[in-house]
């Protein structure tokens, strides 16, 4: 199998088991060199700084044909940008700086799953707190939901509460949905989320930059939430609460320029603290459903929500003349035509005539101390 | 007594009673040619369009010393800009165009009450939907409760719901709080918030641009909502389903430049649901609290709000080094200090040192298998 494998695929699988995902110089190192250069460095000059040499001590032990046909057996692929399904949008990490430490366009991505990872670029990540309420998960499901049926892929982590959530709706509808896990994709992490996973791996997708067997560590996470960011077209946070790790994502997402969306809650419920601060300090823009995402993500004129009109009333539908005698005729006691007629600045007479013709279709009705509002216009 | 009073008060009290309170045209007129060059106008050549002969007809009716000595035997005083307590913002309602058909700033304000006017400059109005939810009642009464601690007056209308939890809200704060009216400041309307309007006219400000006996109609509700927004220096709405009244007030505080807030709730709810669209839309700012409202509408530094920190957890206190082992430790299953290591980036003699000192402090533990998080650290 070596034969058909390129130098480049290789070196980058070897970077990938031997160095710290999401670490920003490695990274760095591997978009401005080459993955092959940077492999040929170690190697030949393994007394760099620690991190370097640490680097350099595991690469000596990493057989990186090996674990391709490895993790091949067992239907693991390692995503490089020589393949068709690269997502190009990654590369967006080069110049998006640090956060945490955490940057850098992967080496390369370890997936499960039949899903091509490039149909995520219209994607919406949708994260959020683990502790999260039952108005968030049903939230998050409903919106899942909704981006599935129009044909947007979810992209999330898989931890409880709205990651759950959120694949969830997505199942229910029957449409794509990705987890994104800080430790290697034949992991479950939490463990009681493993029938989940083996879904999204036989139906979906399951993508991690660390390589299978990778333990989740704190520092795991905050490098896989720039991925979440990256690998989409805008990030949903529903419930987060200050310091919430999803936060992280949505930061991500508002540094490379994706569309950074919240759903607010009750101002009363800690749950949605973290969001409503980033919406109001700017940068964020409330959502409420599925559909306020759909506007904000799409093309031009592509998903024009309704705004929000109540319920057309009766009175909508009146001409201009009436509407303006009508919303002079007091809301309280009744009043006699010459009263109705100053508030409306009309004249009495014209006023008159249109009274009774109010009357007729139940908007006002006549009284023995004047006019007032018919049952049509309450 | 008439001696006493001024030829401009003397027309704006005639225009007052004789046209419709919030009329664009009228106002214009007054603010352009001065409200005695109007009278005389009108007096001498009553013959105009429609809307100016029913105002001239009326105005031979008016005596306006005699009403203003009925007013002022009342408690009542009509408040002009050769008052001191005038509040000149109402002026930028001359610019501020119309919105249904209301505009211009007023000819006078009819006043019961100890309070003057012009300290409402820097208070804040807050207003909503009448059928509002427990949750909005309570935020708004709280953040009426909070501005007022802070020295700003509370001003909204007289309905049920949101308007009249923020008047409770004040007046548990003990702390000044205004309704401004529809109809007269003489009049109850709901009539059963007479008892609240009472107490605010004994203790506090009842304001209102139409005379003394006028009726509450739909259209001078919406006049009504300009002069709320213009009076203060920022408009809160608390819960505002599509279409509600509260938005128009909004929308009037928008075209004046003064601060727009919108606190949001539930999605799932209808009575947030104009307030999300406001705030997702753009202008409006979210705010969750009276400290938030406080910190949009103080002077720099005057009240800035602390940023959501969550909890000060355990780990915070840590020196960067030690955080940057710890954050190495897996999260699930215990790692050796070689692999804790290459994830950190450090020297594994370095972490093996620290891991000790961790375990110290507890947020560590060295297991068979390796190390893994303490109690401290979880």
Known sequence: MTTEVSHDRLARVALSIAAEPGDLVFNGLVSELGAGEVVHTLTENPDHSDLLSVVAARLRDVDPARELERAARRGIRFVTPEDTEWPRRLEDLASAGALNDRG????????????????????????????????????????????????????????????????????????PTVAVLACGVDRAY??????????????????????????PHRVRFLARNRLIAALTTGTVVVEAAARSGSLNTLNWALRM????????????????????????????????????????????????????????????????????????VPVGSPAGPDSIALVAGLAVTEVY????????????EQTRLGWRLGEAAR
Chains 1, 2 share one sequence.
């Open 353 to 364: 005539r249109t009274l009774h013709r109010l009357a007729e279709a139940g908007f006002v």
């Open 190 to 215: 939490p463990a009681d989320h493993r029938p989940l996973l083996e879904h999204l791996a036989e139906s979906h997708a399951v993508v991690s930059e660390a390589p299978p067997g990778a333990a």
């Open 104 to 175: 850098g366009t992967p080496i390369g991505l370890w997936a499960r799953g039949p899903l091509r990872l490039d149909t995520l670029g219209t994607g919406v990540a949708i994260v959020g707190a683990r502790s999260a309420s039952s108005y968030g998960t049903e939230v998050a499901a409903a919106m899942a939901g909704t981006l599935g049926h129009h044909g947007r892929a979810v992209v999330s982590g898989a931890a409880a509460g709205i990651d759950y959530a959120a694949h969830r709706g997505a199942l229910s509808a029957g449409t």
């Open 257 to 328: 320029h994706r569309v950074a969306m919240g759903v607010p809650g009750p101002v009363t419920a800690a749950t949605s603290e973290g969001v409503h601060h980033q919406i109001r300090t700017g940068g964020t823009t409330l959502v409420t459903s599925g559909q306020d995402v759909l506007e904000l993500i799409g093309g031009a004129g592509e998903h024009l929500v309704d705004e929000p009109r109540g319920p057309v009333r009766a009175r909508d539908t009146l001409r201009v003349r009436d509407q303006q005698v009508l919303d002079a």
